[in-house]
């Protein structure tokens, strides 16, 4: 089973990979509070409203986000068109009551938050363990080999992949290999909910399990 830290951040190797459904599980399962520093694009419910909602969870779990940004575009982006600046200054650990804190990036990990620093910055200034999350499919084997990379270039500590979407257990071993870390699989989920997360996060699997 995978071991968590107390606080950590969970990243993606790009946009959509499934950052939030994963935030969500661990939420749904944990002693949790979450946090999504950064929220860009409001054209449906936020990740934060997401999260809340799926894994059934009260406000008094929910951190505000620092920022959010309109369009859904990368932060530096949205930040410019909402006529505002984010700083690195901007992000520092939240006070928490439960047992771990959980916190969302937006994008992957070169994704600019402003001209000058990356999402990178924002998890090398928190000085947390991170969870990359990672396609199970074609092309994420340079993808995730690369965010690795990134991160370990910083000092960064990574105690895990999760491969989200159809079991790939040559990707899996491969990573493993190459990444020398604990890779997991959190499978294709064809329902997204408070028991379906639960059972998800049950039944996650490893190659070392």
Do not use: C
Not at 95 to 118: D, Y
Not at 187 to 207: E, H, N, P, R
Request: aromatic fraction near 8%; charged fraction near 20%.
């Amino acid at each position: 089973m995978i071991e968590i830290p107390r606080r950590f951040f969970i990243t993606g190797t790009d946009t959509e990979i499934g950052k939030t459904v994963v935030s969500s599980m661990f939420m749904s399962s944990l002693d949790a509070t979450y946090w999504k520093p950064i929220q860009s694009g409001l054209e449906e419910e936020t990740d934060s409203q997401f999260v809340q909602r799926v894994a059934e969870v009260d406000d008094s779990r929910i951190i505000p986000e620092r920022w959010v940004l309109n369009a859904p575009m990368s932060p530096h982006a949205s930040a410019d068109l909402d006529g505002v600046s984010i700083s690195l200054d901007d992000f520092e650990l939240p006070s928490f009551s439960t047992r771990h804190l959980i916190i969302e990036g937006a994008g992957g990990l070169i994704v600019p938050i402003n001209w000058k620093h990356t999402m990178l910055d924002i998890i090398e200034k928190l000085e947390i363990p991170v969870l990359v999350v990672a396609r199970s499919g074609l092309g994420t084997l340079n993808h995730t080999l690369l965010s690795l990379k990134a991160l370990r270039d910083r000092g960064i500590h990574v105690f895990a992949v999760l491969m989200s979407g159809p079991y790939h257990n040559s990707n899996r071993e491969t990573l493993r290999h190459f990444g020398d870390l604990p890779v997991y699989e959190l499978g294709q989920l064809t329902k997204i909910d408070k028991s379906s997360l639960q059972i998800a996060f049950s039944q996650l699997v490893s190659l070392e399990s």
